[in-house]
């Protein structure tokens, strides 16, 4: 059963750069899945930022697309997420999640979610 | 940019149908995929390409879609069931992925 665990800072300065990983277990992240991130604010829903391939190639969110880098390491079984120039309204939960392609990409297995707060 | 449209709450009394509807102009042509998310908790996959149930998940919980709108219905709602329930899907062109703002489901 696959899963996944975020990590990386929990407290992020206004205008830096907001850097997660997610480590996989019990499922090789080469096995030919897209793995994603997604984010909710406190008290808000759900918003999609971007998917990534094992090969590489990569969806993005269009609104943060400009800001958002998303990376794999097959040899490490996980992915991570940098996004640059962040502000106060950025503070959210961040999950990653599993995203199974048919045609589409849908998450289908998901992390409990790495609150990050974004503060001077 | 991409919108899917749910209504901000629906409430039932324990053994009632609940049914949560998302609207989307894109929905004719792409599935529509449901999450239930619990207060704490990371979402969870629900119904999947429209109808289809992933395994574990009760029978009570079907889905549909009909033109532009995707329907989740719950048969017979338990108070286990109250939760914050997401439609996701994607643009006409696959580009833009999004998730529907969020319906709060009470059962009481």
């Known amino acids: 059963q696959v899963q996944l665990q975020e990590s990386g800072p929990r407290l992020v300065k206004p205008s830096e750069t907001l850097s997660l990983t997610c480590a996989v277990s019990?499922?090789?992240?080469?096995?030919?899945?897209?793995w994603g991130w997604i984010r909710q604010p406190p008290g808000k829903g759900l918003e999609w930022i971007a998917n990534?391939?094992?090969?590489?190639?990569?969806f993005s969110n269009p609104s943060l697309k400009s800001r958002v880098t998303i990376s794999v390491a097959p040899s490490k079984n996980q992915f991570s997420l940098k996004l640059t120039s962040v502000t106060a309204a950025e503070t959210a939960i961040y999950y990653c999640?599993?995203?199974?392609?048919?045609?589409?990409?849908?998450?289908?297995?998901w992390g409990r979610g790495t609150l990050v707060t974004v503060s001077s | 940019s991409y919108e899917l449209t749910q209504p901000p709450s629906v409430s039932v009394s324990p053994g009632q149908t609940a049914r949560i509807t998302c609207s989307g102009d894109?929905?004719?042509?792409?599935?529509a995929y449901w999450y239930q998310q619990k207060s704490g908790q990371a979402p969870v996959l629900v119904i999947f390409?429209?109808?289809r149930r992933p395994s574990g998940i009760p029978e009570r919980f079907s889905g549909s879609s009909s033109g532009t709108m995707a329907t989740l219905t719950i048969s017979g709602a338990q108070v286990e069931d109250e939760a914050d329930y997401y439609c996701?899907?994607?643009?006409?062109?696959?580009?833009?992925?999004?998730f529907g703002g969020g319906t709060k489901l009470t059962v009481l």
């Open positions: 999640a599993r995203a199974l392609f048919n045609g589409d990409h849908y998450f289908d297995s």
């Open positions: 894109a929905l004719p042509k792409k599935y």
């Open positions: 390409e429209d109808n």
């Open positions: 996701y899907s994607t643009d006409s062109s696959g580009n833009h992925r999004v």
């Open positions: 990534i391939h094992h090969d590489g190639s990569t």
């Open positions: 019990g499922y090789s992240i080469s096995t030919g899945d897209y």
